[in-house]
C-alpha cells in the first residue's frame, strides 16, 4: 500500500504562548500545521458550514497537528497568524485584491508579528487591569479568544431577532471582554455598567489600549490609490484570500 506524508510547517505565535496556561499545547509560543490539501478546500466550500458559521472552526481542526489543542482557546491574534500561514503555505505569498479601483498586489510573507511589551504579561494569566481615565472607574479585562468570538457572534444574532433595527455590537463585545468593574465580577454588573454608565470616550481609551497590547500580526499594508498616492489600509480579505486563481 502506498504511503503518503504531508508537509507540516511551525507557525510563530505572536502572543509568544505567554498567555496559555502550561498545561496548554500553546503555552510554547509555535503551532505546528499542515499544508491545506483538496480536503481543506471543500471545507471552504461546503454550502452548510458556510451557513452555519463554522468554517474556520472546521479549517483550523483540520490543519493543526496536536489534535490536543482546542482551538476555540486561541487568542484572536494568534488565530489570524495562522490564517495567513496557511495561505502562504497553500497558495503562495502573493495576494492580489482591488482597492480603490485598482489593482493591488500585496507580499504576505512580509506581514510581521506585532511586538510586544513583554513587562505586562504574567505567563499564564489572561487578565489585565485598566483605570478609566474619564470616571476613575477600575475594570480588568481579557484579550479574547475564538471561543470568546463565536459566543459574541450568538449572542448578537440571537438579539438581532429580538430587536432587528438596534445595533448592539460594541456593548456586546464590551461586556464579554471585561473581567471585573470596581471589583465586582458579577455579569449582572458588568453588562448594567457596560450599557448604561460607560462614557463613551472612556470605551474608546479601552479599546485603544486593548489594540495596543494585543498581540497580534500587523495586518497593515500599503495600497496605490486612483490619484497615484498611496495608503495604509487593513489587509482587506475578500473570497479569493484562499481561492486566488478560483474556476469553481
Not at 47 to 67: A, E, R
Not at 203 to 212: I, K, V
Amino acid at each position: 500500500m502506498a504511503e503518503f506524508k504531508l508537509p507540516t510547517e511551525e507557525v510563530d505565535l505572536p502572543s509568544k504562548g505567554l498567555l496559555y496556561s502550561k498545561d496548554n499545547p500553546l503555552s510554547s509560543g509555535k503551532l505546528e500545521m499542515k499544508y491545506m490539501t483538496a480536503k481543506e478546500e471543500d471545507i471552504l466550500t461546503n454550502q452548510n458550514y458556510i451557513q452555519k458559521g463554522v468554517v474556520i472552526d472546521k479549517l483550523l481542526q483540520s490543519l493543526i497537528v496536536n489534535k490536543d489543542i482546542n482551538y476555540n482557546t486561541l487568542l484572536i491574534g494568534d488565530k489570524n497568524a495562522i490564517m495567513i500561514a496557511a495561505r502562504i503555505l497553500s497558495y503562495g505569498k502573493s495576494y492580489e485584491f482591488t482597492y480603490d479601483s485598482k489593482p493591488q498586489n500585496v507580499d504576505l510573507s512580509l506581514l510581521e508579528n506585532k511586538e510586544l511589551d513583554l513587562e505586562l504579561f504574567k505567563s499564564g494569566e489572561n487578565v489585565f487591569a485598566f483605570t478609566l481615565p474619564h470616571t476613575d472607574n477600575k475594570i480588568t479585562f481579557k484579550l479574547l479568544t475564538h471561543g470568546d468570538d463565536k459566543k459574541i457572534d450568538a449572542e448578537l444574532k440571537g438579539i438581532k431577532k429580538i430587536d432587528k433595527e438596534g445595533s448592539h455590537d460594541v456593548t456586546t463585545r464590551l461586556a464579554h471582554m471585561i473581567t471585573s468593574i470596581n471589583g465586582s465580577e458579577e455579569t449582572k454588573d458588568i453588562r448594567e455598567f457596560v450599557k448604561g454608565f460607560l462614557l463613551a470616550k472612556d470605551a474608546r481609551e479601552l479599546r485603544n489600549y486593548y489594540s495596543s497590547i494585543q498581540p497580534d500580526i500587523d495586518m497593515k499594508v500599503y495600497v496605490d490609490t486612483i490619484d497615484g498616492g498611496e495608503e495604509v489600509v487593513d489587509l482587506p480579505i475578500g473570497l479569493n484570500f484562499f481561492w486566488p486563481d478560483a474556476w469553481l
